[in-house]
């Protein structure tokens, strides 16, 4: 049963990398028509800054605020700051934070299709609820590995696929490099963009280290070094397959200063930013 509710984590600095990411990747990607967006560990869609969830450790405090804060001139950054900002109405202070699938609505346009999957009770019931006006919108109750076999099979296209698990099953990160693994092959035309959380330094170095390993020709690796005394989380990674050939001059100089804007300041954290082509 999954117990995870993102709630308890959105806008946080790792939230913060991935959606800024996100944005870039839809933004740059819808271009190409038809175009879908399928998010199959989708969450709730967009969480309330007064929810007892958000409320509990305040993990935004640390991540959107602090950027919302700051003086941005980054077009890139800009770009994802003002969808936060119109999730609000353009209120002076912010009292949502948007997840993906929120995120993707404001970007994406009406012809372009969004497939969300979510197996919490709660968190569908939510996310269903969210989005039900939204007539280009589909939400299900499923497991996200069949739900994403299901679209990917049936929906052609240019696609860009958000794979966000919770990492609560023992297995999942082998589960994960399978899910991808497959679906890149079969689909090289597809951009995948996945998230994972650094906690244990050795589990996550295998990971990457077999990602890294999956055999695509073409793969992005953002490893984000962020060590803080408020949060298990010592980092934050995702990993680009298919990625556009410009994303690192368009989106390197936004990292880094939004890590400079989140890093503590007495404590280690840097970015590695590789882009590999297998011929
Ligand atoms: C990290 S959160 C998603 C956050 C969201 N993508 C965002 O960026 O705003 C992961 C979500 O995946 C859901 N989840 C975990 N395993 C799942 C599965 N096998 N099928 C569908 N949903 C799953 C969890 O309940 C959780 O809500």
């Not at 967009?46 to 640390?62: G, I, Q």
């Not at 992005?220 to 556009?244: C, E, W, Y």
Request: net charge positive.
């Amino acid at each position: 049963m999954l117990s995870y509710r993102h709630g308890f984590h959105a806008g946080n600095f790792a939230d913060v990398f991935k959606h800024f990411l996100l944005v870039y990747l839809l933004k740059t990607l819808k271009h190409k028509k038809p175009f879908s967006f399928i998010d199959p560990f989708a969450g709730a869609g967009k969480y309330f800054l007064d929810d007892p969830f958000m409320k509990k450790n305040k993990e935004y405090s640390n991540g959107i605020i602090k950027v919302l804060s700051s003086k941005i001139k980054d077009p890139f950054i800009k770009d994802y700051l003002d969808l936060v900002k119109l999730a609000n109405l353009n209120k002076k202070k912010i009292s949502i934070y948007p997840g993906s699938c929120f995120l993707s609505l404001m970007v994406l346009d009406k012809e372009d299709k969004i497939y969300l999957s979510e197996l919490h009770n709660n968190e569908f019931e939510i996310l269903k609820k969210n989005f039900e006006q939204n007539r280009n919108v589909k939400t299900e109750k499923k497991d996200a590995y069949s739900f994403l076999s299901q679209i990917i099979n049936s929906h052609k296209g240019n696609r860009l696929i958000l794979i966000d698990p919770s990492y609560e099953v023992k297995n999942e990160y082998e589960k994960i490099i399978k899910l991808v693994k497959h679906n890149a092959t079969q689909f090289p035309d597809s951009c995948f963009l996945i998230w994972y959380p650094v906690l244990e330094s050795e589990k996550t170095n295998q990971f990457v280290k077999k990602f890294l390993d999956i055999g695509v020709q073409n793969i992005a690796h953002i490893d984000i070094q962020l060590k803080n005394s408020f949060l298990r989380m010592q980092g934050t990674g995702l990993f680009i397959v298919n990625a556009p050939s410009n994303m690192k001059t368009d989106i390197g100089k936004g990292l880094e200063i939004l890590l400079e804007i989140l890093k503590d300041k007495n404590l280690q954290s840097k970015i590695n930013f590789n882009m590999f082509k297998r011929l």
